[in-house]
């Protein structure tokens, strides 16, 4: 995956200003302002067209890693609960293959993601260290889609078709530990994330019938004690 020089300042310059902003008071206890820093894979389940059933049928996925930048809002709902927004930017890449008696039929795919999750947080309250496990989804846009003219039978341009859908809406599930220190917060957690809009595209459907994201995230938050 190609990150420039002009991504890594942006995330040197992010992380140092969000960790200033973590020193100032909210101005209520029951909401909380802070950061997220994560890293991923993304791995794709991936079925063929019917139509290539005498094909070798069996798509493999790659691991790739990327990581994300995020701002993040909780707002205690009670002891227990907490409501948790969190948008981010993501970058990410995808790779899948199938072999076929004409060779190696291989597509990967580059993502710079705009993500909106709303999680459900259950977390005790008050404590020192505190498990909790988040439930919810989120909406992703994708910024990198690559997309390719294309013409009619008389050469005329007839508009545009990309590899892949331009956004998904995923289902999540998270597990982590909350670490309450003298000025702030720390949480380091676990997150799966399932893609439930197929993200085959126009440019590939008559070869891969479906296509799903399945993320492993590791994030650490940092936000208001």
């Given at each position: 995956?190609?990150?420039?020089?002009?991504?890594?300042?942006?995330?040197?310059?992010?992380?140092?200003?969000?960790?200033?902003?973590?020193?100032?008071?909210t101005?209520?206890?029951?909401?909380?302002?802070?950061?997220?820093?994560?890293?991923?894979?993304?791995?794709?389940?991936v079925?063929?067209?019917?139509?290539?059933?005498?094909?070798?049928?069996?798509v493999?996925?790659?691991?790739?890693?990327?990581?994300s930048?995020?701002?993040?809002?909780?707002?205690?709902?009670?002891?227990?609960?907490?409501l948790?927004?969190?948008?981010?930017?993501s970058?990410?890449?995808?790779?899948?293959?199938?072999?076929?008696?004409?060779?190696?039929?291989?597509l990967?795919?580059?993502?710079?993601?705009?993500?909106?999750?709303?999680?459900?947080?259950?977390?005790?309250a008050n404590?020192?260290?505190?498990?909790?496990?988040?439930?919810?989804?989120?909406?992703?846009?994708?910024?990198?889609?690559?997309?390719?003219?294309?013409?009619?039978?008389?050469?005329?341009?007839?508009?545009?078709?990309?590899?892949?859908?331009?956004?998904?809406?995923?289902?999540?599930?998270?597990?982590?530990?909350?670490?309450?220190?003298?000025?702030?917060?720390?949480?380091?957690?676990?997150?799966?994330?399932?893609?439930?809009?197929?993200?085959?595209?126009?440019?590939?459907?008559?070869?891969?019938?479906?296509?799903?994201?399945?993320?492993?995230?590791v994030?650490?938050l940092?936000?208001?004690?």
């Amino acid at each position: 995956m190609k990150i420039s020089f002009t991504a890594m300042l942006l995330l040197c310059l992010f992380t140092t200003i969000s960790f200033a902003q973590t020193e100032l008071n909210t101005t209520s206890k029951r909401s909380e302002f802070g950061i997220s820093i994560g890293f991923n894979t993304v791995t794709s389940s991936v079925t063929v067209q019917g139509s290539l059933a005498t094909f070798d049928q069996k798509v493999k996925s790659k691991i790739r890693p990327g990581f994300s930048l995020g701002v993040m809002c909780r707002y205690r709902l009670n002891d227990l609960l907490v409501l948790r927004i969190q948008p981010e930017l993501s970058f990410s890449e995808a790779e899948f293959y199938r072999n076929t008696p004409f060779g190696r039929n291989m597509l990967e795919r580059e993502m710079i993601n705009l993500d909106f999750p709303l999680h459900l947080v259950f977390e005790k309250a008050n404590k020192k260290v505190s498990p909790s496990v988040s439930i919810g989804g989120r909406y992703r846009y994708d910024l990198g889609v690559e997309k390719y003219d294309v013409t009619d039978a008389n050469g005329a341009p007839a508009g545009q078709v990309s590899l892949f859908r331009e956004d998904d809406v995923l289902v999540d599930l998270g597990l982590g530990m909350a670490f309450k220190m003298e000025h702030f917060s720390f949480k380091p957690a676990f997150v799966y994330s399932r893609g439930l809009l197929n993200q085959s595209g126009k440019a590939i459907d008559m070869l891969y019938k479906s296509v799903y994201s399945n993320q492993f995230s590791v994030r650490f938050l940092f936000y208001g004690a």
